[in-house]
């Protein structure tokens, strides 16, 4: 595991919390995540696209983040 979220006490004033279906907080570890390392064969020519602001929205800023 490259990283582990632990239970905090926040998580219950968030607005998730307020609208989730289960309003249970979790016991242990919610969260695990693993680092991945990807890397181009040479010769390689990648495009980098811009991500746009309403894209960024669509996909982080909504009614079940945690951090919201």
Same mark, same amino acid.
């Given at each position: 595991d490259f !990283? @582990?979220?632990? !239970?905090?006490?926040?998580?219950? #004033?968030?607005? @998730?919390?307020?609208v989730a279906p289960v309003n249970k907080g979790p016991s242990d570890i919610w969260y695990r995540s693993a680092w991945y390392r990807i890397e181009a064969m040479?010769?390689?020519?990648? #495009? !980098?696209?811009q991500i746009k602001d309403e894209v960024f929205r669509e996909l982080y800023l909504d009614e079940e983040g945690s951090t919201t």
């Open positions: !990283n @582990a979220y632990m !239970n905090w006490e926040y998580h219950g #004033e968030t607005r @998730a919390q307020k040479p010769g390689f020519k990648g #495009e !980098n696209i």
